[in-house]
T-cell receptor
Framework: QKEVEQNSGPLSVPEGAIASLNCTYSDRGSQSFFWYRQYSGKSPELIMFIYSNGDKEDGRFTAQLNKASQYVSLLIRDSQPSDSATYLCAVSLSSASKIIFGSGTRLSIRP | DTAVSQTPKYLVTQMGNDKSIKCEQNLGHDTMYWYKQDSKKFLKIMFSYNNKELIINETVPNRFSPKSPDKAHLNLHINSLELGDSAVYFC????????????FGPGTRLTVL
């Protein structure tokens, strides 16, 4: 089982709709969870992090964490064409000082 | 500019050559990383240094040798380059400790012919 799993997509969402990105992880002891956005040809940039169970909102973005189910998601409300990118889920490992990235979900917002 | 910088941005070279990539951060971070991102966009950690000391060394061929002259710099030297080394290499930095945001450099696209 991969340590961090994401659906590779592409996920196509109409402009203005809600985009929902999902991620599962295998390390039950993980404490920190991140969502990075990566535009084509660019470097990853952090858009959200979450440490506690529940929802965390920041503008149009909401991160959701369920540690019992080992599941973290990212919701993007009112999707814009500029949200089209690859979204990388990253999880810290309890056994080592590092974070593991998923393979990313490619999101495409269609006008 | 406050950032993580890498040089060169592009590197095209022949198999068997030796090359280096340099990374510098002026964010005052203690920890620096090298990641490899392959053609399928999978971002995999290679090395991590904390205050010039190696703390993570993933299963990477020993042709790859990182060097950290000080906590603001982390360079990557690659010997005897192979076709499979072609990828984008990202440097990143963060404050020490689990769970801190990592800031990424712009990446170095390495192409081995």
């Amino acid at each position: 089982q991969k340590e961090v799993e994401q659906n590779s997509g592409p996920l196509s969402v109409p402009e203005g709709a809600i985009a929902s990105l999902n991620c599962t992880y295998s390390d039950r002891g993980s404490q920190s969870f991140f969502w990075y956005r990566q535009y084509s040809g660019k470097s990853p940039e952090l858009i959200m992090f979450i440490y506690s169970n529940g929802d965390k909102e920041d503008g149009r973005f909401t991160a959701q964490l369920n540690k019992a189910s080992q599941y973290v998601s990212l919701l993007i409300r009112d999707s814009q064409p500029s949200d089209s990118a690859t979204y990388l889920c990253a999880v810290s490992l309890s056994s080592a000082s590092k974070i593991i990235f998923g393979s990313g979900t490619r999101l495409s917002i269609r006008p | 500019d406050t950032a993580v910088s890498q040089t060169p941005k592009y590197l095209v070279t022949q198999m068997g050559n030796d090359k280096s990539i340099k990374c510098e951060q002026n964010l005052g971070h203690d920890t620096m990383y090298w990641y490899k991102q392959d053609s399928k966009k999978f971002l995999k950690i290679m090395f991590s240094y904390n205050n010039k000391e190696l703390i993570i060394n993933e299963t990477v061929p020993n042709r790859f040798s990182p060097k950290s002259p000080d906590k603001a710099h982390l360079n990557l030297h690659i010997n005897s380059l192979e076709l499979g080394d072609s990828a984008v290499y990202f440097c990143a930095s963060s404050l020490a400790g689990e769970g801190n945001e990592q800031f990424f450099g712009p990446g170095t696209r390495l192409t081995v012919l």
